[in-house]
């Protein structure tokens, strides 16, 4: 009769347990499970609880020493730490409380921390949890900020990425795609920094202005795109490549100071940009001069002064006949400062002066170009041949400005400029005084600056219509 009793009573224990402890264990004297909440057996369905001793399912962290039901016993109402000896090995907390009589225990479990791991690896839902326990609300809270994070982290990210977009297009050049004078800066003043070797090359497109102002502007910005992927290819991925004015360019050649090597660069540079560039029905032919500085020509570098150094240096491959390559030296700079030129539009920002797009622009037509070719071919002849070169080179018309020094050489290589000059439009074809317009030009002044000298001159060289114009005009 009594016993009878205590099974109903413990079955009406089991049924409050159930309803109000999902996650429990009940255990007799001896230690082994005898009922085990629905929750639980849930967390092992291929395992059998029932009968089996408890410490042989679960592993007790904490408090050591456990290792039998008296030792359970003597650790009631101890927050207890334990697992599964079996994976998943999940981790639980758990409390103990004696029955009356000593008839075994009950062991209420929870999953703490590891919450959010069980509900990923058993499939748990609301309802295996007690009604009046929190964790669904916590798992809701922490989903719900789980999903702000993401948000918060997708926003970031396209922040970052539009920060990004942003600086990149402050240091690009739109047209080009190579990076502008302000990420220049930006670059020389990191490398001037951090104290490693590097080279500065400046480059000067040579008869770009012939090319816009013979076939428009949108002939020029396809040259200058041509431009920029050349020098892009004959770089290293490391170097920076910059257009810094409208027909300007600055590289920089990051731990590379070998003069043999940055020639050979330079070289291919000058010899790719020369190739005839098709636009429609026509054809752009340019070239290019360049002037190079090494950071460790300077005891302390400063960006202004490689800049100026370099200027200089273009000049000066430039003033030699053009698409060449020079290096800066000190002779230069002395040079420089005893023949003032016009300043280019990179120096006028060094020196703080409003830009002007026609400053240092070299305007050449293609009679000019004529003029300066041939006139070059006889470089070193004679010194009033200089004269006559930089006052041609110096011209945007064909030749018109032609002056040369008195004296028979003088004369002769003017005469002979102006009748190039002549004969590259074929003025001598269409005109019996070396042309119409440019050639005209041309001959008038050659005969202004030669007198009678320069029908020598004409006489001597090989004869070409534009010659024999002023043969017979002369004589």
Partial sequence: ????????????????????????????????????????????????????????????????????MRDLLQNAGVKLHLRFRVPPETALKGVLTPLEGGRGAVVNLGFGISLMDAVRDYALVSSDFAATDLAIEMLYLVEAKSAAMEASRKLNLRLQGAMIAAEEQAFTDTLTGLKNRRAMDHVLA??????????????????????????????GDYVLQNVARIMVEETREEDTVARVGGDEFVI?????????????????????????????????????????????NYAEPEAGGMLSDADIALYASKNAGRAQHRFFCEDMRR??????????????????????????????????????????????QAAGYEATNLACEASGEAGAELRAPAGAEGCDAGHEAGCA????????????????????????????????????????????TCREAHSQTHS
């Fill in 335 to 380: 040079e420089t400062a005893a023949e003032p030129r016009t300043a280019t539009p990179l120096r006028r920002k060094e020196e703080g002066r409003p830009p002007d797009d026609t400053a240092g622009t070299l305007a050449l037509s293609e009679a000019g170009q004529a003029a300066r070719q041939v006139a070059g071919q006889a470089a070193g």
């Fill in 190 to 219: 990191r490398l001037i920094r951090q104290g490693r070797g590097f080279a500065l090359m400046q480059i000067d497109l040579d008869f770009f202005k012939a090319v816009n102002d013979r076939l428009g502007h949108a002939a």
């Fill in 421 to 464: 000059a002549g004969d590259e439009t074929g003025c001598g074809a269409r005109s019996e005084v070396c042309g119409e317009v440019r050639g005209e030009e041309c001959g008038e002044a050659c005969r202004q600056a030669g007198g009678a000298p320069a029908d020598q001159a004409c006489s001597e060289a090989q004869g070409t």
């Fill in 252 to 296: 920089l050649f990051d731990g590379l100071t070998a003069r043999s090597a940055l020639s050979r660069v330079a070289a291919r540079i000058i010899e790719k940009l020369e190739v005839p560039m098709p636009f429609g029905e026509d054809v752009c032919q340019i070239s290019a001069s360049c002037g190079t500085v090494l950071s460790h």
């Fill in 1 to 68: 009769m009594k016993r009878g009793r205590t099974l109903v009573q413990q079955a009406c224990l089991e049924q409050v347990l159930d309803a109000f402890c999902p996650m429990h264990l009940v255990l007799d004297e001896t230690g082994h499970i005898c009922h085990a909440g629905a929750s639980l057996q849930k967390l092992r369905p291929g395992s059998k609880l029932l009968g089996a001793r408890f410490l042989e399912v679960f592993e007790l962290r904490r408090p050591r020493r456990v290792g039998s």
